[in-house]
């Protein structure tokens, strides 16, 4: 396997980083697997912080291939991510778009959605295409990069939960910032990633959002390349930030506050504290209950916990809503996932529930419609 070293601040492109934290060998694979456990790589998570910009970023990034090996699932389970769809096509809808060019669509929800407003000519460009059932998009596999040539008409740029997967954020807009001309749109969804690590949300930051990608650094990046804010709007107060920018060669460049460096370490360093505390209850609660015990998300929610070290001995397996999952093993963990179901005709189980924003969606519905005396460790 070939790590891609990151050398540089990746908003800034200035080699000021030092290390923070680093969890050794942590799985590379987010998602769920029928190969063997040996099978299973792992690469050291290393996570930096520019002194300059205060930007935390992975220093070693791994090859797009492995991480990615087939099409990135994320946004198609719950009614939560629906809602999301819901209202970021309603909040496309307000620019009144003739046509769109969709940036890593992945399964084209979003424009089927955004067919209950209107009918216009949609494109998506994906590595890795799996259209869902009403979506009516035209895809084009491939990357969004310096070769890519698209000739078709277009006014909107439209992506959706994209950004913080890009390698280098910096690069990304910069390219956005050529290929659009003035006065085109962009209107794009990012997680709200201050508030997910004030919150101690274990989905924030991974081999997979390899930069603590906030407001201000987003700000910043839509300033420095030309583009200019015309509205910004939050779904939830964890979840999502919609934005809508127009390419705007006269907008004002600002510079970053000086703040940042100090604000994100301290922040980043009492995220590892609370699970070094909470790894030590959970291990504790697990020991002593008799309780049939489970854990909840087969994704990265699940890996940071074991990896962190978590008992999975004490678990009998692992629960989660996607059927795609379902009696196959998460990838760089002994365990299989199960149905919420399951607990059906249990007694009194434990389920350990730390899936961040989805919290209170996954316990609701387990406790009315499956098993109401389950015991949440939360």
């Not at 059932?133 to 310096?146: D, V």
């Not at 070094?276 to 489970?294: A, F, G, Q, V």
Request: hydrophobic share 35%.
């Amino acid at each position: 396997m070939k790590i891609i070293e990151r050398e540089k601040c990746a908003v800034t492109d200035i080699s000021d980083l030092e290390p923070l934290y680093t969890f050794s060998k942590f799985p590379v694979f987010m998602g769920c697997t029928n190969q063997p456990e040996h099978e299973d790589l792992r690469e050291d998570m290393s996570w930096w912080i520019s002194r300059g910009s205060g930007l935390i970023q992975l220093k070693n990034l791994l090859p797009l291939e492995i991480l990615y090996p087939e099409s990135h699932g994320a946004g198609e389970i719950g009614t939560l991510w629906a809602k999301h769809h819901q209202e970021f096509a309603s909040y496309i809808y307000r620019v009144s778009p003739s046509a769109i060019l969709e940036i890593g669509g992945a399964h084209g929800i979003l424009q089927r959605e955004y067919q209950e407003y209107d009918d216009i000519p949609w494109t998506i460009l994906e590595p890795n295409p799996s259209p869902v059932a009403g979506c009516s998009a035209r895809f084009i596999k491939g990357f969004f990069s310096e070769n890519f040539n698209y000739t078709d008409e277009f006014d909107t740029i439209v992506h959706s939960h994209v950004l913080e997967h890009i390698y280098e954020p910096d690069k990304f807009m910069a390219q956005l910032s050529r290929f659009m001309s003035n006065g085109k749109r962009m209107l794009f969804s990012v997680p709200n990633m201050r508030v997910m690590l004030e919150r101690m949300y274990t989905n924030c930051i991974n081999f997979e959002h390899t930069t603590f990608l906030t407001e201000t650094y987003i700000d910043y990046l839509l300033s420095k390349h030309g583009f200019r804010l015309v509205s910004k709007d939050y779904f939830l107060d964890d979840h999502s930030i919609f934005y809508s920018v127009v390419r705007d060669v006269g907008v004002k460049h600002f510079n970053l506050p000086p703040s940042q460096y100090e604000h994100n370490k301290s922040l980043y360093n009492r995220y590892i504290s609370y699970h070094e505390s909470l790894i030590h209850d959970l291990n504790s609660r697990l020991i002593e209950t008799e309780r049939p015990s489970y854990l909840f998300g087969a994704h990265v929610f699940a890996q940071y916990l074991i990896e962190m070290g978590l008992r999975t001995d004490r678990l009998i397996g692992l629960l989660d809503n996607d059927p795609a999952k379902q009696g196959r093993r998460l990838y760089g963990t002994p365990l299989y996932v199960m149905s919420p179901k399951a607990l059906k005709e249990v007694n009194d189980p434990l389920v350990i529930l730390k899936a961040g924003v989805y919290n209170e969606e996954i316990k609701s519905d387990i406790l009315r419609n499956i098993n109401d005396k389950v015991l949440f460790l939360e």
